[in-house]
């Protein structure tokens, strides 16, 4: 445990995390503005073969894994909605509660 303690241990693991995670992406933007050349087709309406790049590689690995999952709609649940019917008495007014035009008249009274 007194490895974890050391602040130079510490500070080099998070350096480590943050370069093994930024790596791919400083990698293939490099690439791609540096050492990539896009060639361009010039002989269109001709039938032709393009010759294939070997030593590129761009697309080796995915910076953004494609999750699709929210093109797939998800059916509703079915709710029934059952009528609801009043089984009890009606027992706001009792008689042992104040009734409110009793209360009526000056405030002295009450």
């Given at each position: 445990m007194k490895l974890f303690r050391n602040r130079s241990f510490i500070l080099s693991l998070v350096v480590l995390m943050v370069a093994v995670f930024f790596v791919p992406s400083v990698v293939k933007i490099t690439h791609a503005l540096?050492?990539?050349?896009?060639?361009?087709?010039?002989?269109?309406?001709?039938?032709?073969?393009?010759?294939?790049?070997?030593?590129?590689?761009?697309?080796?690995?995915?910076?953004?894994?494609?999750?699709?999952?929210?093109?797939?709609?998800?059916?509703?649940?079915?709710?029934?909605?059952?009528?609801?019917?009043?089984?009890?008495?009606y027992t706001f007014l009792s008689k042992y509660q104040k009734l409110h035009f009793a209360l009526r008249g000056p405030p002295s009274a009450s």
């Open positions: 540096s050492e990539h050349e896009h060639l361009e087709c010039k002989a269109f309406g001709e039938l032709h073969i393009h010759g294939i790049e070997l030593d590129c590689d761009f697309e080796d690995f995915n910076l953004s894994p494609q999750n699709h999952s929210y093109l797939v709609e998800i059916p509703k649940p079915l709710i029934i909605e059952i009528p609801k019917r009043i089984t009890f008495q």
